[in-house]
């Protein structure tokens, strides 16, 4: 998982690093730049007399962690170009290219070849019929920017006409608007202008877009996240049965379920739990840097001697919610009562998450109450599968049914996407 922008015509270095802010909630661990200036690919921060430019903010599901290794530059032949991408390619090691440091480095690398063998289109296609995975792209090229939307439309990709040229993102809040690029239409803009679908273009957006990875200003499926979000918080609402005092919640992401929780239960939601804002995204980071007692605090005035309900998004490795619950304790609630505006994740993601393995969950294998004990919450209430499917509609849903929408063998896959030491 990770931010990824483009931009190509007029100012698309100024462009691509205007993107970059507004793409590090997907990736915090570094950002990387490519363009193309007088016919040459290089990596680097681009000039503003960039023809095309590349960004790339990084969360890292493959390679090592703690270093930025995209956009990468591959040649073959008489042919180079840079791609960055977001998603994760499974059976990387199995694309037909030499010595692949990660998924994003064998992508790149089999898409040159292919692309020189058989041309931008039919290259493309062969290559992605070739992925177990999910990738949406894009690329500097000879002959332009070429943009493909992951074709089965798990990762998101927006893009917006200028007066001068093109610029596409993970996400619309990026680039001020836009068009959702429809699952597997591939584009190229630039010296060429083409598009051509790739299959099977079926539209199953990961539903932890919607819960947690998305900004809440992004449009996903034709809908705003943020009225999801508070979508979610009114369904669990309607589950309570527990004397609530007060509401609060595990920042930020969470903080629009916990809202539209309080409101329909009528209780006052207050900024108990704070967070460091220097603190990025905890669940995003590198193993090393996942410090949740660093990252939180408590305010004891606004929870002592109350019965608290504590939301959150999910639960996936149970560490955050574990120490925040822990210091509302401490601060002196007399219970807290955990709330999740989403099912248990119970399987890996092999299409975008860094949780690729069955033994980091929390959830897999236990019962909610056994999570409730570890967690050390009074009582844990997650949102039911069929109402989570009932609001977020079409999507991915792998993480918390184990049905992938490719099939795939997990224990090889968990295998294929073994990490370096953090």
Known sequence: MCGIGGAWGGRAGE???RMAPWLMHRGQE???YAYIRGGEIALGEPGDDAEGALVHTRYSTSGEYGVQLQPVLAKYRDLEIAVVFNGTVVNYRRLGVENPGFDGDALAKALAREIWERGVEQGVISVYSKIVGAASLLALTPWGLLAVRDPWGIR???YKHLGDGVVFASEDVAIEGGIEVPPGLAFLYGRRVAFWKIPPGVGKICALEYVYFAHHATKLGGRLVLEVRE???KALAELE???IDVVTYVPETSRLAA???ASALGKPLVDAVVKNRYAGRIFIAPPHARLPSDAFRVVPELVRGKNVALVDDSIIRGTNI?????KLKEAGAKKVHVRIASPPVRWPCFFGMDFQTRRELIAHGRSEEQVRSLIGADTLKYLPLEKFREIIGEACYACFTGEY???LDIKQAEAELGRAPA
């Open 15 to 17: 462009r691509v690093r």
């Open 30 to 32: 570094g950002v990387g």
């Open 156 to 158: 998101p990709l927006a």
């Open 231 to 233: 979508a979610l918080g």
């Open 241 to 243: 049965t527990e004397d």
């Open 259 to 261: 809202l539209s929780y």
């Open 322 to 326: 574990k120490t925040v619950v822990a």
């Open 405 to 407: 929408p490719q099939k």
